[in-house]
Nanobody
Framework: VQLQAFGGGLVQAGGSLRLSCAVS????????MGWYRQAPGKERELVAG???????NYADSVKGRFTISRDNSKNAVDLQMNNLRPEDTAAYYC???????????????WGQGTQVTVSS
């Protein structure tokens, strides 16, 4: 099982970016999926998460600006980021809670970080 994330980049304040992440390896089941971010010198924080029923939660700092969506048929999760601010600058990491097979425990998997830089 692997997660591959892409879609980061450099954007001016007020602009938009879309991050995408997909689980490969055909696991038995994928439960929660979402995104964390980590800025230099700061702890990693949850940005947004979504369960397999489509129920989402967001960090207060991104509510109303970011939207998380999920495609269960592709085991993929996207993060649409609008009205970006310089304080959104960070490395963004996708995660998935994966059950690889019938006898496996649910395990957290992480994608490689993708950098989002918002200039003022």
């Amino acid at each position: 099982v692997q997660l591959q994330a892409f879609g980061g980049g450099l954007v001016q304040a007020g602009g938009s970016l879309r991050l995408s992440c997909a689980v490969s390896g055909r696991p038995l089941r994928v439960d929660g999926m979402g995104w964390y971010r980590q800025a230099p010198g700061k702890e990693r924080e949850l940005v947004a998460g979504v369960n397999d029923a489509g129920s989402a939660n967001y960090a207060d700092s991104v509510k109303g600006r970011f939207t998380i969506s999920r495609d269960n048929s592709k085991n993929a999760v996207d993060l649409q980021m609008n009205n970006l601010r310089p304080e959104d600058t960070a490395a963004y990491y996708c995660y998935a809670d994966v059950k690889r097979h019938e006898f496996a425990a649910v395990t957290d998997y992480w994608g490689q970080g993708t950098q989002v830089t918002v200039s003022s």
